[in-house]
């Protein structure tokens, strides 16, 4: 019996992004068990030995950006974003297309937007402290600059795929 929904392996540019895509998905699952340690941390210093540490809100706000920002670039490599799949499903494939292709050119910039202006921000607060911690200020920009460049990588690898002629129907 074969697997009608058997998917090629991939080969080249598409092996790199997956390998890519599984290290930003790691680096968030991390993001998301160091923010379960801190907050732990920040509970049991401040209830049990009364001594509440100031680093803690810092370093929670920079694991939430980077596993928020990662997440979403995952999301973005996985179609499994928000989307209108009912709708979508009933186009015709030509349509189904031009649809495929105009969502990723919307995720594709607004990924760039964020990548830019996520940037912006991270330098332009590099010299101001963060209160409580030894980093800088716009210490939570960089994930979200990282983010949406990986964002738009993904987004326009997507486009790629969708605009190829042996695009599967059923690939979301």
Same mark, same amino acid.
């Given at each position: ?6 998917? !090629?392996? !991939? ?24 923010? @379960? @340690?801190? /907050?732990?941390? /920040? ?8 001594? $509440? ?22 999301? @973005? ?15 015709? !494939?030509?349509?189904?297309?031009? @649809?495929?292709?105009?969502? /990723? ?30 980093? !800088? /200020? $716009? ?7 990282? &983010? &949406? ?24």
């Amino acid at each position: 019996m074969s697997d009608t929904n058997a998917t !090629p392996t !991939p080969a080249g540019a598409q092996r790199l992004l997956e390998k890519l895509a599984n290290l930003v998905i790691y680096v968030a699952a991390f993001a998301l068990l160091g923010l @379960v @340690v801190v /907050q732990g941390w /920040q509970v049991f210093a401040r209830y049990v030995i009364n001594d $509440s540490p100031s680093w803690t809100e810092p370093v929670t706000l920079l694991l939430l950006s980077t596993a928020m920002s990662l997440g979403a670039a995952a999301g @973005v490599h996985t179609n499994r974003h928000f989307g209108f799949y009912l709708l979508h499903d009933h186009f015709g !494939p030509r349509l189904r297309m031009l @649809v495929d292709a105009l969502v /990723q050119l919307v995720v594709a910039a607004i990924g760039a937007v964020l990548a830019w202006w996520g940037w912006l921000l991270w330098m332009d607060g590099l010299h101001i402290k963060a209160a409580g911690a030894d980093l !800088p /200020q $716009s210490v939570n920009y960089l994930p979200l600059s990282i &983010g &949406g460049a990986l964002m738009a990588l993904f987004a326009l690898n997507r486009l790629w795929l969708a605009l190829r002629p042996a695009a599967g129907e059923g690939d979301r």
